[in-house]
């Protein structure tokens, strides 16, 4: 059976990068995120193959026929899932509703544990997977203006570690990966007029230790080092991303 990877908010930016990382190097992929068209540019850029799973992650319904539609088709074994999809919604302390603060849950955290938990059976059937989740620098270390995101980030990279756990037996490997600033449509200023964008990059430049802030296909390699084999004796792992920010 043909390997294959799932990868959650393939759509855009990471996500999308990570999907054609993992499709050069051999693996079907499973591109799952809302935006019908953008998948379908996506997975022409897939050359060993790709199906779209669209599907609103919070809605745990569709979540779960779409899980169980990739789960059932027997000439693809899924060895690996990237749970990449989230959004950022940076607030103040008083500024934060329990709504935003519900919303970063549902998507950024209770979304990749629906996804885990379903298919946790389905790698121990098949002998094994590789579970790499998509956290961040702020994660490890927040900045202000970033609670719920944060939050949740580092809430992620403890339940990695408890995944690597309880996986270990049933060579179930789960890390991790945080990364620093990466320009895609996540933050406002990757739609600023060009000029505007680079005067706003070239700041942040400034504070990284590497001299620039990173790229989906920075990102995207390591995601893919971490979820195939490269990594064999990898698990619990979180791998910073971030061009030495959080040294800095
Ligand atoms: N960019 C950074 O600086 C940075 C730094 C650290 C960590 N990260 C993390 O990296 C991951 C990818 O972010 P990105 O920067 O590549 O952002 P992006 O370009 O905005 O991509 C986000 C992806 O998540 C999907 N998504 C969001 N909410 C969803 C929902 N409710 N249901 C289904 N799909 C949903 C989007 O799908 P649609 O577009 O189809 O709706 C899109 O594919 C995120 O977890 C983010 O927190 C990013």
């Not at 200023?189 to 505007?196: A, I, Q, Y």
């Not at 080092?225 to 792992?237: E, K, M, P």
């Amino acid at each position: 059976m043909k390997k294959a990877a799932l990868i959650t908010g393939a759509s855009s930016g990471i996500g999308a990068a990570t999907a054609i990382e993992f499709a050069k190097n051999g693996y079907f992929v499973y591109l799952m995120g809302r935006d019908k068209d953008r998948l379908a540019e996506v997975a022409l850029q897939c050359r060993s193959g790709a199906t779209l799973l669209s599907c609103e992650l919070t809605d745990t319904k569709a979540l779960d026929k779409r899980l169980n539609d990739m789960m059932n088709i027997n000439i693809h074994r899924v060895e690996v899932v990237v749970n990449n999809a989230g959004i950022y919604k940076p607030g103040s302390v008083e500024g934060d509703t329990d709504e935003i603060w519900s919303q970063h849950f549902q998507t950024n955290l209770l979304a990749p544990v629906h996804i885990v938990r379903t298919l946790f059976p389905y790698f121990k059937k098949h002998g094994g997977g590789s579970i790499v989740n998509v956290s961040s620098t702020l994660g490890v270390s927040p900045v202000a203006n970033t609670g719920a995101y944060s939050a949740l980030k580092a809430a992620m990279i403890n339940w990695t570690q408890t995944l690597a756990l309880e996986g270990g037996p049933h060579k179930i490997r789960a890390n991790c990966v945080c990364p620093g600033i990466v320009d895609t449509p996540i933050h406002s200023f990757h739609g600023l007029p060009e000029t505007e964008k680079t005067k706003t990059l070239s700041q942040m430049a400034s504070l990284q230790p590497l001299g620039r802030i990173g790229t989906p296909q920075d990102v995207a390699n390591s995601i893919y080092f971490l979820g195939s084999d490269l990594s064999a004796w990898t698990t619990g792992a979180s791998l910073s991303i971030d061009g030495g920010i959080n040294l800095a």
